[in-house]
């Protein structure tokens, strides 16, 4: 996406909610005079308090979406709204609206398709002794997984070019669809950037809907899921390893007396460690043929990437219909 006034862009600010009335408020407000040429959606997931009310009085477009989960709303959002820049932010108020510019600008200057503003600190405090050690922990696994292009996955603050967005497949359901968006972006070796920004706190009143143990381990599981669908060789070649060695050792000894005595005296021991041999040789087969399968979907997911124009004409945008804020009531576009 080529350089320009901000002016010549169609941006647009999605806010995913649920349950933020004391901070959807000033958060809206902020970036309506961050950037007053942009378009403020708010999403709420199934507030039962205030929030859906307190954003439209601030001015945002607010769009209900019944599916729980912050990766439904994302994938909502990325599939109604159509614009040139996108910034995703949480809508806590624990991201300052201010830094927008500082991310879009980078994500001009830079030719990048996606840009992270990264938590200062939130390795030492995320606001939970849990939330520390999970995002260190996280954040380490990340790396050896799928390469050191980030170092906060999991932060709500980002800007995304349109082909990052619609080219996005959004398969998560939870708070897991960062790391969605940090794999597909290595995956396809996309041009990405971060930026280091102050994290703040949340309100009085005003609690994380982040569960420490119970969203571990959807993470921890889409980890696995990801390693399996993007490095099968890698992913397979490690089960394989596992039952290979286990039945080599449980092999080795019924071996060493065959060779000494000539008699197998463990039969059920020895079918066992051929049997584990056998898996662990399907295992490797498997991986080799999922690798080959994988390749091919990474290449077509990067051609219909390149297939999408990185800007839209500020006169189409213009004329997209606006989704609609109540049930029943959307247009066709």
Known sequence: MREGNLEDFAIAILIPCYNEEKTIGDVVSRFRATLPAASVYVYDNNSSDLTALKARASGAIVIREPRQGKGNVVRRMFADIEADIYVMVDGDGTYAPEDAPQLINTLLTGHCDMVVGTRRGVTDDAGRAGH?????????????????????????????????????????????????????????????????????????????????????????????????????????????????????????????????????????????????????????????????????????????????PARRAKREVAEMPKPATKRGSSRAA
């Open 132 to 308: 520390a050690f999970g995002n260190r922990l996280f954040n380490g696994l990340y790396k050896r997984l799928f390469g050191r292009d980030f170092t906060d996955i999991f932060s709500g603050y980002r800007a995304f070019t349109r082909r990052f967005v619609k080219s996005f497949p959004a398969v998560s359901g939870g708070f897991e669809i960062e790391t969605e968006m940090s794999v597909h972006a290595s995956q396809l070796k996309l041009p990405v950037s971060e930026i280091a920004l102050d994290y703040g706190r949340r309100p009085e009143g005003s609690s994380s809907k982040l569960s420490t143990y119970k969203d571990g381990a959807k993470i921890l599981w889409m980890f696995a899921m990801l390693a399996k669908e993007t490095q099968p060789m890698r992913f397979f070649g490690m089960i394989a390893t596992v039952f290979a060695v286990a039945g080599l050792v449980l092999m080795t000894p019924i071996l060493v007396e065959y060779a000494a005595t000539g008699l197998v005296p463990r039969m059920p021991t020895w079918v066992l460690s051929l049997g584990l041999l056998m898996f662990a040789a399907m295992m490797l087969v498997t991986g080799v043929i999922l690798d080959s399968v994988s390749r091919g979907r990474a290449e077509q997911k990067r051609i219909f990437y390149l297939s999408i």
